[in-house]
């Protein structure tokens, strides 16, 4: 049976990972996978969830199957964080939405619910966009096309190319756009360039699709929730897949959420039930213990503040890390002006330079990253980032 199966390349940043820890240099450094890391290099179970993982451990009675939406508790609390507490389009009770096994697991449902309403729906993704969109979405069997988003000569987003392809789409198209922190650029819309794009949105009637997995990392918990909430609240329809695994630290655990806002809430009590159906038919039920724990978190008013805390803690220090790169690199010499790297947001930078000078910064001096340039800002700390600099510049 099996031995018609093709062998298949390693998964580029795994492949990655692997070279990394095979690596014997005391000063390699691993700018590769997307996980947020600490000063020491470790990515730490947020002080906010070893509460949680505590109150849980009392809480908790039974194990007993949950139901195909999830916690019930978890999906209110992240609609409200998402969209807002007064959000015009909750209160009109025009919101579907499940727990879902991660931001992956949310992305993937919401495209079968696509599949449901039209097979032959069109998915237009940024260039680039996160790898892994691509199977995700392609693999439910919608077809993908792609809107200019990035360019690396400028380091700046094609905001008019961007525009012009998105005033081509068709109606009934869906346009995938990456709510906040771009992976794997970097590079955010402004909020005036968001405007823009609901009017293109409203003018060829195409549906959103919201990707929001690192809500916090950017400029605020609310500024970087500005593109989500204004598609919401100026079009009849837009999806929403959100993921906890960066801004709760809980990747392993596989929290994210599916939302389906609808035209009347006729319709949402309808989408809720296919979405629903979707996720029968795959896993039938998302796990319960992170979801749960997010929901102990942003229930209570002092573990909430903790969180934010932590969650403002780790974007600042992204920041910081961001403007010691950008020095260390023009200190050492760089005749590049990588001033770029400060505008960009979230955890992953492009640093815009060739596949050919990021395998070498990797052969002549075990810095690993992927042959796109985009680096996790987060894997930068006090003890690396010189040598970093030394290693790009003498690649340049
Ligand atoms: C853009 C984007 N969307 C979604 C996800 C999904 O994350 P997860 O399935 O781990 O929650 C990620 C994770 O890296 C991502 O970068």
Not at 325 to 339: I, M, P, Q, S
Not at 382 to 396: G, M, W
Request: charged share 25%; net charge negative.
């Amino acid at each position: 049976m099996f031995e018609v199966l093709p062998p298949l390349a390693p998964d580029p940043i795994l492949g990655l990972s692997a070279a990394y820890q095979e690596d014997s240099n005391a000063h390699k450094i691993d700018l590769g996978v997307g996980v947020y890391k600490d000063e020491q290099g470790n990515t730490p179970i947020l002080n906010a969830v070893a509460q949680a993982q505590k109150i849980l451990l009392e809480r908790e009675t039974s194990k007993t199957y949950i139901t195909p939406q999830g916690n019930q508790g978890y999906i209110d609390n992240m609609l409200s964080l998402l969209l807002g507490e007064k959000s015009p389009v909750l209160m009109a009770d025009r919101v579907a939405a499940v727990q879902a096994p991660g931001g992956c697991g949310a992305l993937r449902i919401l495209s079968e619910l696509l599949v449901r309403c039209n097979e032959k729906t069109k998915v237009w993704v940024s260039d680039p966009t996160w790898a892994n969109h691509i199977p995700l979405i392609g693999s439910a069997g919608l077809q993908i096309e792609t809107y200019p988003y990035f360019d690396k000569d400028t380091a700046g987003i094609r905001f008019d190319a961007m525009l012009d392809s998105l005033k081509k789409v068709e109606k009934g198209d869906v346009v995938l756009l990456h709510g906040c922190c771009h992976n794997p650029t970097g590079a955010d819309l402004t909020k005036a360039q968001w405007d823009a794009v609901l009017e293109v949105a409203k003018e060829r009637e195409f549906l959103p699709f919201l990707d929001v997995a690192y809500l916090g990392f950017g400029d605020s918990l609310e500024d970087d929730a500005y593109g989500v909430r204004l598609m919401a609240e100026n079009l009849p329809e837009v999806i929403i897949a959100a993921s906890c695994s960066k801004n709760f630290g809980l990747y392993r655990e596989r929290v994210g959420l599916a939302a389906i806002v609808t035209a009347d809430t006729k319709t949402r009590k309808v989408a809720q039930g296919q979405i629903m159906s979707v996720a029968r038919g795959i896993y039938s039920m998302p796990p319960s213990y992170g979801g749960a724990l997010v929901d102990i978190i942003l229930s209570d008013t002092s573990l909430r503040k903790d969180w934010e805390s932590e969650v403002n803690a780790m974007r600042n220090r992204m920041k910081t890390l961001r403007a010691m790169l950008v020095d260390k690199l023009h200190e050492n010499g760089a005749d590049k002006d990588f001033g770029f790297i400060n505008e960009q947001k979230g955890m992953f930078s492009f640093l815009c330079i060739s596949p050919e000078q990021v395998r070498e910064v990797r052969e002549k001096h075990s810095v690993y990253f992927v042959e796109s340039s985009r680096v996790n800002i987060a894997g930068i700390n006090q003890q690396n980032v010189d040598t970093l600099a030394k290693a790009l510049v003498s690649v340049l």
